[in-house]
């Protein structure tokens, strides 16, 4: 530094930068990037995150085990992933560098905590020579800031102590970026303020820390300018910045306030769920019961109650769970009550990867369960998504009498994008009609009330809620007589109720929108078509390619089971069909035994969803083997 | 439920069009005598009563029921019956099971109800055999025990329900048995009127896969020396004279005395109420299997309010608080931003 005054230029106009903050997993990078991303969002720009953190709570500190990682795309423009390759890494420590640099975009920007590196801390990260020295960084614009001593330094004549002192640095990172991507400053600090009321001495620190942070990037005479990107032309409206798993709660909310039926969630925690559970225990005031119940199956067991008395019966889970869940999820078939089980997905099999994103429940939400038990399957394409589809399961649940699976999954879970809010009196109707008098003449003329009488539309049973006078009725997981629903063992009974319940669910295709194609819909020589969280890659991957001159059409699956009505002719289109998912090809598996169509995987299971990137490839490659 | 009038009614009216298909001679048929006969006395309706059960063939009791009834899976019926509860508060719920059902697939949900008083009422058949699957040994079946899944004798420890049962800290935990129906009726009763969570052990004779297990101590003859009656705030004494009973003292807990030895002032005072379940869990080990003198009656019902009732006081204090939830400010709940 120089004892001139450093006057930086004035910012670069940028229309979209990614940034990665990384550290330790005590370092609070979550919560840093969480912060950017709201000021960011607050600022009107596009955006999309992608949290990315180990599933120890707190792994030996300064290890490669315990990075935690946050990952924000902000742009002026409308954009649908959290980003490729990060354009600027923000390291706290030598793992989270090591952890990180792969990942990172040629000429990336790299800031360093400088005070992190130490013989100690490089030998934790597995690194033998100091890699600010040794060239492995030439590539990258590399910034090195004491932020540790720096941290230190302003927050400590509060009187805070040294240890204490320490813990501030994120909020200097968070000061620093700020600065660099010309963020506005009060927000944050009043959101310091709020955020930590409880300790007034640790807000007081954190403020500090930022501010010092903020002057910091703009004396130092390390960067030339600032960086702006200008807010995003979006639609208009009322936006707020949402993740999947609070968007899927505030769904089940809106469906129980649409249907009239009171919310009753059965659940044991397990990520990357829980928070689903978390949101719902806050909402008592509409009426919302959490249960956390002993396990898995009491979780949903407790739905299943609780929807045969009448409430909209909710369980959330995650692959293992799913596994437990599946003989209830039988008896709720056989039973014909509706239910929503909601799976976030992650890296499976078994315990996996519990804190990383996976897409390879879709053909056990299918088939895991013993006998022919087919049931509605549904799945979100982005965090806001979740919202809508959540009230479409309970639509489809509430109006079939049926078991929904609902697969999210833990990047959808996680992610963050902008929403803009519906307006609650444009959301459907899901009044339910229950039964309320007997609905069946006996041979002696007596009327009495049969349980599986059905629409003869739909083919949804008769429901009639316990307290109803006269409709006395007992249901079970034993094979029952159509009708009257008494137990019956006989074959030709059987054989009329499995093929019963296949068609009540096939029959869910009238009601449900067509697949829509866009891009180029009339000549594509390639469709990508996929389901979930993919669709943000998939829908860059397809623009980008289509920018390249390729012709390539996009169709992306909400409903799954039963597929919409004209996805035949949609596959049968175009010349080739590729299929991108996050597990070994379980979408076009079904598409090729349902459609026999030649649908080609394509494939990830690294725990990380898709990038365009990768995604514009794949349609190359396909496109050349033509 | 409301207030009017509750219609009379009569077994008829509980009883159900479906045909009873146990095997002829099976404890279940007095076990469901008892409740039907009972059923009338209760003061409550038909239509707000449910009737859940797993597997077995306890399970089976709800399709004899003209109530609403739901057969579900096996070891399930507690948790189901806890979202019955919990969603419904209004509806008077209760539990059928079985020994494998309630104790061994069943038993995680078992002790969790019980720990949190869900507002049910349990009713577990225990006849010391799985009966359905045809005669394999159950978790109250006797070590040593041989059975076409135990050809040289069952290695288990059995559990003993009721103490199963205070150890989860149950507050209403009790025992019949088949043979009489008065004391079955009876002490049903005590477990459907008390709020909470309540157990009633049902020693059950199965007639062809166990046939006679608890005879030693049910049968007519043996009767009075083998059962200790407990009685809320009485001495516990039995045999023909009463000239049997039950004292604690430091060295060997609860045990049995000539009454005439130890003294009438020596002998235990039942006291179902008392908060701490340990003298309960006691006199629940003072046989260690049914050919023993063993306890039957209330073993204690103490008073803790249900889990029911304060998810229904959260719910309210939370409207009281902020009034009923609006979805229009809770999508708004967040930070916000207009654009355009």
Not at chain 1, 32 to 43: E, I, P, Q, V
Not at chain 1, 174 to 185: A, D, E
Not at chain 1, 446 to 470: K, M, N, S, V
Not at chain 1, 596 to 614: N, Q, W, Y
Request: aromatic share 6%.
């Amino acid at each position: 530094m120089t004892d001139t005054t450093h006057r930086p230029g004035p910012p670069e106009v940028v229309d979209r930068v990614i940034i990665r903050f990384a550290g330790d997993s005590g370092d609070g990078m979550q919560l840093t990037g969480d912060r950017f991303t709201t000021t960011s969002a607050l600022y009107g720009n596009d955006l999309a995150t992608l949290p990315d953190f180990p599933a120890e709570i707190r792994a030996p500190a300064g290890t490669m085990a315990g990075v935690s990682a946050f990952q924000v795309h902000i742009s002026d423009h409308d954009i649908t992933t959290p980003g490729d390759a990060p354009n600027v890494l923000v390291a706290m420590n030598p793992a989270a560098l090591r952890s990180q640099i792969g990942r990172v975009a040629p000429a990336a920007t790299v800031i360093l905590n400088a005070d992190a590196f130490d013989e100690r801390s490089l030998t934790k990260a597995g690194y033998t020579a100091d890699p600010r020295g040794d060239g492995s960084l030439d590539a990258y614009s590399v910034y090195e800031v004491p932020m540790t001593s720096l941290t230190k330094g302003a927050v400590t004549p509060l009187g805070v102590k040294p240890r204490d002192a320490e813990r501030s640095k994120n909020f200097f990172a968070l000061g620093l970026v700020s600065w660099m991507y010309t963020r506005p400053v009060d927000a944050t600090l009043e959101w310091i303020e709020r955020r930590f009321v409880a300790k007034p001495e640790v807000a007081q620190a954190n403020m500090v820390a930022f501010k010092a942070g903020h002057a910091f990037g703009e004396t130092a005479e390390l960067f030339d300018h600032p960086y702006e990107i200008k807010p995003a032309t979006l639609p208009a409206g009322t936006y707020t910045n949402i993740n999947g798993n609070t968007a899927l709660a505030w769904g089940l909310i809106a469906a129980s306030e649409l249907s009239g039926l009171p919310l009753f969630l059965g659940s044991y925690p397990i990520t990357p769920a829980s928070d689903i559970l978390h949101e719902l225990s806050k909402h008592k005031s509409f009426g919302v019961r959490t249960l956390q119940a002993e396990d898995e199956i009491a979780g949903i067991g407790a739905a299943v109650g609780a929807a045969y008395g009448g409430h909209l019966g909710v369980t959330t889970t995650s692959g293992p769970g799913m596994a437990l869940k599946a003989e209830t999820m039988g008896l709720a078939v056989n039973l014909e009550l509706p239910l929503l089980v909601i799976d976030i997905q992650r890296g499976g099999p078994s315990t996996g990867l519990p804190t990383k994103t996976e897409q390879a429940d879709l053909l056990m939400a299918f088939y895991g369960r013993h006998g022919e038990a087919p049931l509605p399957i549904l799945a979100p394409r982005s965090p806001s998504h979740c919202f809508e589809v959540a009230i479409e399961a309970a639509r489809l649940a509430l109006t079939w009498r049926t078991p929904v699976v609902l697969l999210s999954d833990g990047y959808l879970a996680n992610g963050t994008e902008p929403w803009c809010l519906p307006d609650v009196d444009s959301l459907p109707d899901l009044t339910v009609t229950f039964a309320t008098e007997p609905n069946h003449t006996g041979d002696d003329g007596e009327r009495t009330f049969w349980a599986y009488q059905r629409d003869p539309e739909t083919l949804a049973r008769a429901w009639a809620l316990p307290g109803t006078p006269e409709l006395m009725h007992r249901i079970g997981g034993l094979e029952k007589e159509d009708g009257s629903g008494n137990i019956s063992y006989d074959p030709a009974n059987h054989e009329h109720m499995v093929r019963l319940r296949a068609e009540k669910v096939a029959r869910i295709a009238r009601h449900i929108p067509e697949v829509e194609v866009r891009g180029d819909v009339d000549d594509a020589d390639l469709l990508v078509i996929g389901w979930g969280s993919t669709w943000g890659a998939i829908d860059g991957a397809v623009s980008r390619a289509r920018q390249a001159g390729h012709r390539v059409a996009q169709a992306h699956l909400v409903h799954l089971n039963p597929f919409p009505s004209n996805l035949g002719d949609v596959l049968r289109r175009y010349p080739r069909v590729m299929v991108p998912e996050m597990n070994l090809g379980q979408l076009s598996h079904q598409l090729r035994a349902e459609f026999l169509v030649d649908a080609r995987s394509v494939t990830k299971v690294r725990g990380l969803p898709f990038t365009a990137s990768e995604l514009e490839q794949a349609i190359v490659d396909q496109l050349k083997d033509a | 439920m409301t207030d009017t009038l509750i219609p009379t009614t009569t077994r008829k009216d509980w009883t159900s069009d479906q045909e009873v298909r146990w095997c002829p001679g099976c404890g279940d048929y007095s076990i469901l005598s008892a409740v039907q006969l009972l059923m009338p006395d209760l003061g409550i309706r038909r239509e707000d009563t449910v009737f859940v059960s797993g597997i077995g063939c306890a399970a089976r009791l709800p399709y004899y029921m003209n109530t609403y009834g739901m057969h579900t899976i096996h070891g399930r019926a507690p948790a189901i019956a806890t979202g019955v509860a919990l969603a419904r508060p209004d509806l008077h719920v209760f539990v059928v099971s079985g020994d494998g059902d309630a104790l061994s697939i069943g038993g995680n949900h078992l002790i969790h109800a019980l720990r949190r008083n869900v507002n049910i009422t349990m009713l577990l058949f225990n006849n010391q055999i799985y009966g359905l699957t045809k005669g394999q040994y159950s978790p109250t079946s006797e070590v040593g025990k041989v059975t076409k899944s135990t050809p040289f004798g069952s290695l288990d420890h059995p559990f003993n329900p009721v103490s199963v049962a205070i150890g989860a800290e149950a507050t209403f935990v009790a025992r019949t048995h088949d043979m009489d129906r008065r004391h079955m009726m009876e002490v049903i009763r005590r477990a459907f009127e008390h709020q909470g969570a309540s157990l009633v052990e049902i020693y059950q004779n199965c007639n062809v896969f166990n046939d006679g297990a608890f005879e030693t101590i049910t049968g007519k003859a043996q009767r009075s020396d083998m059962l200790i009656p407990l009685r809320h705030g009485e001495p516990i004494r039995f045999g023909a004279e009463g000239d049997r009973g039950v004292v604690i003292d430091s060295q060997r807990g609860a045990h049995i005395v000539d009454v005439a030895e130890a003294g009438e002032d020596a002998l235990l005072v039942h006291d179902e109420a008392r908060d701490d379940p340990s003298v309960a869990f006691m006199l629940s080990r003072l046989a260690r299997g049914p050919h023993e003198p063993t306890p039957i009656g209330v073993f204690r019902d103490v008073v803790r309010p249900h889990y029911g009732a304060g998810v229904e006081d959260q719910l309210e204090a939370a409207r009281a608080d902020r009034g009923p939830g609006k979805l229009h400010d809770l999508l708004r709940s967040g930070a916000t931003w207009d654009v355009g």
